[in-house]
């Protein structure tokens, strides 16, 4: 059985910077895509990074592109979020999902192509 399991939220000022931290277990994911994805209040949950486990191959939201690094650790079955330059505007809630097919390319950025998903992780940054 996939488990997914954030940490690293919690609250920041503006500017700052977090690393969120996903700790997969249950399967091999050489194979699969990682993602995180987050929901703001009222909002609908959106794509913010995904990563190829074997290729390392990145895909990232146009808001968080160069301020936000989604990495992968092997040896600790972990996937990382790096957020630098917060701003308020990115406060929500932050999903890791990992996808069983190993999609590529824009099928990355697509919150149905997910099978498994963590209990999500606050992120609020204040101004």
């Known amino acids: 059985q996939v488990q997914l399991v954030e940490s690293g939220g919690g609250l920041v000022q503006a500017g700052g910077s977090l690393r969120l931290s996903c700790a997969a277990s249950?399967?091999?994911?050489?194979?699969?895509?990682m993602g995180w994805f987050r929901q703001a209040p009222g909002k609908e949950r959106e794509f913010v990074a995904a990563?190829?486990?074997?290729?390392?191959?990145?895909v990232y939201a146009d808001l968080v592109k160069g301020r936000f690094t989604i990495s992968r650790d092997s040896a600790k079955n972990t996937v990382y979020l790096q957020m630098n330059s917060l701003k308020p505007e990115d406060t929500a809630v932050y999903y890791c999902?990992?996808?069983?097919?190993?999609?590529?390319?824009?099928?990355?950025?697509?919150?149905?192509?997910?099978?498994?998903w963590g209990q999500g992780n606050q992120v609020t940054v204040s101004s």
């Open positions: 999902a990992a996808d069983r097919s190993g999609g590529v390319g824009k099928v990355m950025t697509k919150l149905a192509n997910y099978d498994y």
């Open positions: 249950g399967r091999t994911f050489s194979t699969y895509t």
């Open positions: 990563i190829r486990w074997s290729a390392g191959s990145t």
